[in-house]
């Protein structure tokens, strides 16, 4: 599982295209779960037909200010699930499953577990690699994305 843009400028918003590329062997995908890293803001998913949307939300341990209100609660996972056997992904197609959200004001790499359930299976895309580990040593890597410092050439934008 990857992400279609694995780069940010912090504070940005980031749309995050979670890249499905086949299915667990040949079952079908059924249902993809992505969990919101922590200090990634405002989380929504872009609907996608023949799929339901679930967004669970829960307390923040440390609120914040968005558009001079105080934020106290936040999206932490997304969940999207085929609505028949018509609408799941086969294992030969590939699918995007898409979210925007506010990147941290803070550089550094974060990392998107997702869970792709599968109708017989599923790939558990959740490690992180510890220090001195890359994420090509990991058999499953959570989907990473660095955040650049502001006012880099990547805050450039036209």
């Known amino acids: 599982m ?27 995908t059924r ?30 341990a440390q609120p914040y200010t968005s558009h001079g209100r105080s934020v106290t609660e936040d999206v932490v996972r997304i969940t999207w699930t ?17 979210l925007v959200a506010q990147a941290p004001e803070q550089a550094g790499t974060v990392y998107w577990p997702v869970r792709q359930v599968c109708v017989e299976g599923r790939n558990d895309w959740v ?18 994305l660095e955040i650049l410092p502001t006012g880099g050439a990547a805050a450039h934008n036209h």
């Open 31 to 60: 249902q993809v779960v992505v969990d919101i890293p922590a200090g990634m803001r405002g989380a929504r998913p872009m609907p996608k037909a023949g799929w339901t949307l679930d967004v669970q939300r829960d307390k923040l």
């Open 127 to 144: 490690e992180v690699p510890q220090a001195g580990q890359k994420l090509s040593d990991l058999k499953s890597p959570a989907a990473a």
């Open 82 to 98: 085929a609505r028949t056997p018509d609408d799941m992904l086969a294992s030969a197609h590939y699918d995007e499953f898409v």
């Open 2 to 28: 990857v992400l279609e843009y694995q780069v940010a400028p912090a504070g940005a918003s980031y749309k995050a295209s979670f890249k499905v590329g086949h299915g667990c062997g040949a079952s079908p």
